[in-house]
């Protein structure tokens, strides 16, 4: 297995080249956007040329964030780069096909990521499973690197690593993560209007959406395991957009009783999008994406999965299930 780089290794490529272009994750998520945000501005603050691209393009809830317009869809030809990033991206293919196609060879690849799964893509590759989001590690990038931290790089940030920590709820959250929480309110971070911006604003559609899966809400696994199912023809009908099913999860992950969530998503092409919680470590879901040639972390993982809907969810809750039979469950979680 390749060795991580240090940071400062990093951050001396950085300082010797001149032309970067920045990736993350196809159906970009906080983490993705407000990383590969706060990387683009960096490298412009030290002068540099730089790109950033995805997949998907930016997600219209991230658009209140500073310079996001940055973010761009990739060319339809090659350019040439001396240094890729790509953050908060595990496997080389989730940076996207068409991404990248149109990057040319020569340049040197660069891996800044914090989940389980990563398989180590890149020259300079450094991975921490422990950081609850990409955005943290960026950030000790930034300050013990001595780069620029500026407000809009800290707005970036606070957006990357609330939306991965569940507004700090969730149990990777570290002591560290609040200090960098508090680090970047002293750097400008505006708490009550990018929370607001978070978490307050929403199209009326996702409500819609919401009440369309919860009429296919179902119980299994004496009642432990909860999922909904979105299909292609549900989604067209209210007009919902990628984007508009990210938290959805959490809504069931929630309930009492329930300690694995499952959301089933039909795409185009005969593929199944999947995302798995987990409120217990015992309950591996990174184990059961895995099973599918998916990843992430145990607590939280996805795949994409050929198939028709109906029979995707079977196979993917008997996974569960049979996991769930083997587990040693923690008492106080299972019960809650």
């Not at 998907?56 to 030809?77: A, K, N, V």
């Not at 422990?130 to 940030?157: D, M, N, V």
């Not at 209007?193 to 009326?204: F, G, M």
């Not at 969530?261 to 199944?272: K, N, S």
Request: charged share 20%; glycine share 6%.
């Amino acid at each position: 297995m390749k060795a991580n780089s240090t940071l400062e290794e990093i951050a001396s490529v950085i300082r010797g080249h001149s032309h970067f272009l920045v990736l993350s994750h196809i159906r970009p998520d906080g983490d993705a956007i407000g990383c590969a945000l706060a990387m683009t501005l960096c490298l412009r603050d030290l002068g540099k040329q730089v790109s950033v691209w995805n997949e998907d393009g930016l997600p219209q809830r991230f658009e209140f964030l500073p310079d996001s317009s940055l973010i761009t869809l990739p060319p339809d030809s090659p350019r040439q780069f001396e240094v890729v990033i790509v953050i908060d991206t595990a496997v080389r293919n989730r940076a996207g096909a068409r991404c990248l196609a149109n990057v040319a060879p020569g340049a040197i690849w660069i891996n800044i990521d914090h989940h389980v799964s990563n398989d180590r893509l890149g020259d300079l590759v450094y991975i921490d499973p422990t950081a609850p989001a990409a955005g943290q590690i960026l950030f000790e990038l930034f300050s013990r690197c001595s780069l620029p931290l500026s407000t809009s790089i800290a707005c970036s940030l606070y957006a990357a690593i609330s939306t991965d920590t569940g507004s700090f709820r969730y149990p990777n959250t570290t002591a560290r993560t609040y200090e960098i929480a508090a680090e970047l309110v002293k750097l400008g971070v505006d708490i009550g209007d990018i929370n607001q911006a978070l978490y307050e604003t929403s199209p009326r559609r996702r409500l819609e959406l919401l009440s369309a899966l919860l009429n296919v809400l179902r119980f299994t696994n004496a009642d432990r395991v909860a999922s909904f199912a979105l299909s292609l023809e549900t989604a067209r009908k209210i007009g919902a957009i990628p984007d508009d099913t990210e938290g959805m999860i959490d809504t069931i992950r929630s309930i009492e009783g329930v300690v694995v969530a499952a959301f089933f998503e039909e795409l185009d092409g005969g593929l199944v999008r999947i995302s798995l919680r987990s409120k217990d470590p015992a309950y591996d879901v990174c184990a059961v994406c895995a099973e599918f040639g998916g990843g992430g972390h145990t607590l939280a993982s996805g795949a994409r999965i050929e198939g028709d809907l109906e029979t995707v969810q079977t196979r993917v809750l008997a996974a569960i299930d049979k996991r769930m039979q083997s587990a040693s469950p923690n008492p106080a979680l299972s019960n809650s």
